[in-house]
């Protein structure tokens, strides 16, 4: 019976069907498995093509020509199977050029043996026409080259059939039907191999190329029914490259289906061999919110996660999504993560600059309070010796030559005073400038008494300065000034009449320690301990009735802040107190007639 012409038709029709597969792989080029699984289905296709014809030749020269139509593709066909196994298994890392070099030696020098067999009959020893069943076939006697080739062919099948089994008993069972699909079909082409070598059917058929037609139609029903050669949805895969956010494929099992570069780098059970398969909880078993939001049955979204890994914490933007088929059944789940640290960085940033805006803004309030209460002191003096004069005048018509004189220096005092905070003011409109230079410290100790001179005197308060010439600091000046007039200040408020107030200043570690001390009522202890320790002191009244706004220790302790040293106090009742204040030492020394422009 001449059925050769029937299995040449089915043999065409498998190629047919092998080069749809082809096709489909084309499409999803895109996946690194389809260009394998494509290449693998195109080597099958020169099989079942030449084969188709190769039964149906009547010479043996013709059966030579379909003969090297198929050995385009016999000898790559297990190299490109392997290779698919690798990358359905997840070990994609084994792919590298020297390995799929030494993979292509036996293929290649397969591929020349035949070609040129008739010059060394290694491959074939002899092929001669058998007309046993009825119609021509080829009968061969295999060489010493056919049977490395056999052999390579084998080994590489058995290490690829280990990979899929050992996948296989570590999937879940929506997986292992994939798995499954994956080892039938690719037994066909073997099997028929090995039927046809052993000889189990005493028939010159090589039923290999049907082998392919098996294949085929496993793979066919598994891309359709299982989606069984999706490492990662193709969706996914598109972007991939142009992504620089974290991407996580999930099945319906909640086991790791595909992940790109950027989410191996965030998560860090990401960055080991074989993860692919492996549950996504055990995954991300040092990461508690995403599993949280892994079992979540439908979409969800939440900004700013704070992810914590062994390096730092990063903030991320976590989007949960469900994947659907063409029919719009769910099939998995993608899990994305957008990293938002900088961005939560500076608006950290921004809300730290906001509140010390707003402690910037609060504290020239209070500074104007106390320009304020600096200004109106010397003007209420100037009213004062206003009234007398005109008094003086009505009453005696004497000469008022001291009068005028201490109007004139109480003028001249309040004028420098105004001018310099109003320049200072000028240079702090863009924010708190700190401006240090080398200051004169007896120096500006007694340019500050004299200005607070008038008030000390009508208490008959002494204020006695015994601070060397020799001595410096390196501070700003404005606040320099504003710190030893508001300590001289409290002091007078605070001395009855007829006291003393003592400055003095010593050098230690790098730092000038000033001392301003009283004879003055002194502080409790319960309120020395918290006087300095109070954002806005409560103001009292001094021995003569004197008010203030209470922010005169708020902005010497501040400035003293500012210009990097402390501030502290002793104090007993009935014995005075003793206010002390550190700054730094000027860093290098400088000759003096540099310090004169820092007065």
């Known amino acids: 019976m001449n059925y050769n012409l029937y299995l040449s038709v089915l043999l065409i029709i498998a190629t047919c069907g092998t080069l749809s597969m082809v096709v489909l792989s084309w499409k999803r080029r895109e996946l690194p498995i389809a260009i394998s699984y494509g290449l693998g289905m195109l080597a099958g296709a020169f099989y079942t093509f030449g084969y188709a014809f190769e039964i149906v030749s009547p010479t043996l020269d013709l059966v030579r020509v379909w003969l090297r139509v198929e ?17 359905y298994t997840g070990r994609q890392a084994f792919i590298r050029k020297w390995v799929v070099a030494l993979l292509m030696v036996i293929p290649i020098t397969t591929l020349v043996a035949h070609y040129t067999n008739e010059s060394h009959h290694l491959f074939y020893k002899s092929m001669t026409m058998d007309s046993s069943e009825n119609f021509p076939l080829v009968s061969l006697i295999k060489g010493p080259l056919y049977w490395v080739h056999v052999t390579n062919s084998y080994t590489l099948f058995i290490i690829g059939m280990g990979l899929l089994i050992q996948m296989y008993r570590r999937a879940t069972p929506r997986m292992k039907k ?32 049907f082998g392919f037609l098996f294949s085929g139609v496993c793979y066919m029903w598994g891309i359709y029914q299982f989606n069984m050669l999706r490492m990662a949805p193709f969706a996914m895969q598109k972007v991939f490259e142009s992504m620089q956010d974290a991407v996580i494929v999930l099945d319906l099992d909640h086991c790791i289906a595909g992940f790109n570069q950027s989410a191996s780098q965030a998560i860090e059970g990401l960055n080991r061999n074989h993860v692919i398969g492996q549950p996504a909880v055990q995954i991300f078993s040092l990461y508690p919110k ?40 769910i099939v998995g789940k993608m899990l994305l993560l957008s990293d938002v640290t900088e961005q939560v960085h500076n608006e950290e940033a921004l809300l730290y600059k906001s509140r010390q805006l707003a402690e910037l803004n609060t504290f020239k309030d209070k500074m104007f309070n106390v320009v304020a209460h600096d200004i109106r002191d010397p003007l209420a003096v100037l009213i004062n010796l206003m009234e007398l004069m005109e008094e003086e005048m009505k009453t005696c018509g004497e000469s008022h030559d001291e009068i005028v004189h201490e109007m004139g220096h109480q003028i001249q005092n309040t004028f420098t005073l105004v001018e310099s905070l109003l320049e200072w ?16 410290l007896a120096h500006t100790v007694q340019m500050n008494i004299r200005l607070i001179q008038v008030r000390s005197a009508g208490k008959n308060i002494n204020i006695i300065s015994e601070i060397s010439d020799s001595l410096y600091v390196f501070a700003d000046k404005e606040m320099l000034d504003l710190i030893i007039r508001n300590l001289l200040s409290n002091a007078i408020k605070f001395t009855e009449y007829g006291g003393s107030i003592r400055l003095k200043a010593e050098h230690a570690e790098g730092k000038i320690i000033v001392s301003v001390s009283d004879t003055g009522l002194g502080i409790p202890v319960d309120q020395a301990e918290s006087l300095l320790q109070e954002a806005y002191p409560v103001s009292s009244l001094g021995t003569a009735g004197e008010r203030g706004v209470g ?10 802040r500012l210009n990097g040293g402390e501030i502290w106090l002793d104090s007993a009742l009935s014995h005075g107190s003793t206010f002390y204040f550190s700054l730094p030492a000027p860093p290098v020394a400088t000759d003096q007639s540099e310090h004169q422009d820092g007065r």
């Open 290 to 329: 995403l599993v949280e939001r892994l079992v979540q049955q439908g979409p969800t979204s939440d900004n700013k996660i704070q992810i914590t890994g062994k390096v730092d914490a990063k903030f991320y933007n976590v989007h949960l999504s469900l994947i659907s088929d063409n029919k719009q059944k």
């Open 71 to 87: 050995y385009i593709g016999i000898p790559f066909g297990s190299m490109i199977w392997i290779i698919m196994v690798l990358q």
């Open 551 to 560: 922010l005169g220790l708020t902005l010497c302790k501040e400035f003293v």
């Open 178 to 209: 994939q798995i499954a699909f994956m080892i039938i079909g690719s037994c066909g082409p073997y099997g028929g191999t090995f039927i046809y070598l052993s000889g189990v059917t005493n028939l010159s058929i090589d039923f290999t190329p």
């Open 425 to 440: 003011f000028q240079s702090q409109r863009g924010g708190m400038v700190f401006n240090p230079v080398i200051r004169d």
